[in-house]
């Protein structure tokens, strides 16, 4: 089997963890390592031994058999650094989030399908078995109906310098909420704060409705004396408890919650509490980042649907943003255009990834206007 040839481009803190996938991935080699700070590329040699390092993205699109590119740079850089690969012909994988705006992270999915190039956001959850394992439960109505997710994502640092904390941390929460329910959120609404740098949040609150009283709060932080990296989603009939960092028992499902009872002659209804066991299932730790490098390589090689492919990633970008835009209007909510708005059950579902066509999902929507 001939191996991908990958560029990986950005070698600070997530690069090297790229390097080390593609690697050792079977599928996949690292054809050379790009980054502008040669005390990077220094570290790499001395890390990785003899790789191929290049200062330029210039100098890397000149390495021979050239196939595709790994894209672990500032946020802020994403997008040009994206067009060009994918320009020059190259499938790319960027890290997450997409880029720095919907209308960039649009404009890259939109050249990616024209170039016929695959674009995959780094989302890399989607590729850990104990999210795939909450997707199966959820969508074989384990938990009955959702009723909400609780999602905290917390810890000391690291802060970043070119984007906030929602940039930052939310892109792993929204993905797997993305992937999980397989359809639109309907508004957003965010409070944050900036007390170390004044111009970049630290901490956030971000509330989404996603439709048929689906509510979600995703809790991201950079200020907390612990790490905590948890969601819970509640059903009707059980819920589930994921823990990441919980090694042994990453997901726990509880037989926990309430009976309604209506009790028209009482003009009120009954709740009862149900209080039954705690099951937690069986999940192979793995590596999310191998199997997420490993299914780069074979959606190239074999044409096979994307699971993380540009318009997750275009999805994802328009919560963000949305979600920073609430922030500056203190909280208000911002409609979400996605046509989950109107009539029906109220959500806009797209097709299960497992079906879809790389690169093929519904156009980013466009922001309506705070409410
Ligand atoms: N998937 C995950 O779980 C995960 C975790 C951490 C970070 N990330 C993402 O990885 C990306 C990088 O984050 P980081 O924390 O590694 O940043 P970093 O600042 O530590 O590293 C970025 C590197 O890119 C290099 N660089 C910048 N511009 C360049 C250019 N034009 N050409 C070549 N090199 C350039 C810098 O010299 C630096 O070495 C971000 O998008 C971040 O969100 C993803």
Redesign the pocket.
């Given at each position: 089997m001939n191996k991908l040839r990958v560029g990986i481009?950005?070698?600070?803190?997530?690069?090297p963890?790229l390097i080390r996938n593609f690697s050792s991935c079977p599928r996949t080699e690292v054809a050379a390592v790009?980054?502008?700070?040669p005390e990077?590329l220094e570290k790499v040699k001395r890390t990785f031994g003899s790789l191929h390092t290049v200062?330029?993205?210039d100098q890397l699109l000149e390495t021979p058999g050239l196939q595709a590119v790994a894209?672990?740079?500032?946020?802020g850089?994403?997008f040009?650094?994206a067009k060009r690969c994918l320009e020059a012909g190259l499938h790319v994988l960027?890290?997450?989030?997409l880029a720095a705006s919907t209308r960039e992270a649009q404009a890259l999915a939109d050249i990616a399908a024209k170039q016929g190039r695959v674009l995959m956001v780094?989302?890399?959850?989607l590729f850990s078995n104990s999210v795939r394992k909450i997707k199966d439960l959820i969508e074989s109505d384990a938990l009955g109906e959702l009723f909400y997710i609780d999602s905290i994502r917390i810890n000391l640092g690291?802060f970043?310098h070119d984007?906030n904390v929602i940039?930052?941390l939310a892109?792993?929460d929204l993905a797997i909420a993305d992937y999980i329910l397989g359809h639109a959120a309907r508004s957003i609404s965010a409070w944050g704060c900036a007390h170390a740098d004044p111009n970049i949040e630290d901490i956030a609150y971000v509330n989404v409705d996603y439709g048929d009283r689906l509510m979600a709060s995703f809790h991201v932080n950079w200020l907390s004396p612990v790490k905590i990296r948890q969601m819970i989603f509640a059903g009707a009939r059980k819920s589930l408890i994921f823990n990441e960092l919980n090694s042994s028992e990453p997901v726990k499902l509880y037989d926990r919650g309430i009976d309604v009872a209506s009790a028209e002659e009482e003009h009120r209804v009954r709740i009862g509490y149900r209080s039954g066991d705690i099951w937690s299932p069986n999940i192979d730790p793995g590596e999310p980042?191998q199997a997420a490098v490993s299914h780069f390589a074979e959606c190239i090689a074999n044409d096979v649907p994307c699971i993380s492919d540009g318009a997750v990633g275009v999805r994802v970008v328009q919560l963000l943003e949305a979600a920073t835009r609430s922030i500056r209007a203190q909280g208000g909510r911002i409609a979400l255009n996605n046509g989950a708005n109107g009539a029906g059950n109220g959500r806009a579902h797209w097709p299960n990834p497992k079906n879809a066509a790389v690169n093929a999902m519904p156009p980013a929507a466009a922001l309506a206007g705070v409410s």
């Open positions: 481009i950005g070698c600070g803190y997530w690069g963890n790009c980054d502008a700070s990077r200062a330029s993205v894209i672990a740079t500032p946020v850089t994403h040009p650094i960027v890290e997450k989030p780094d989302h890399t959850y690291l970043q984007v940039w930052d892109p792993h980042l």
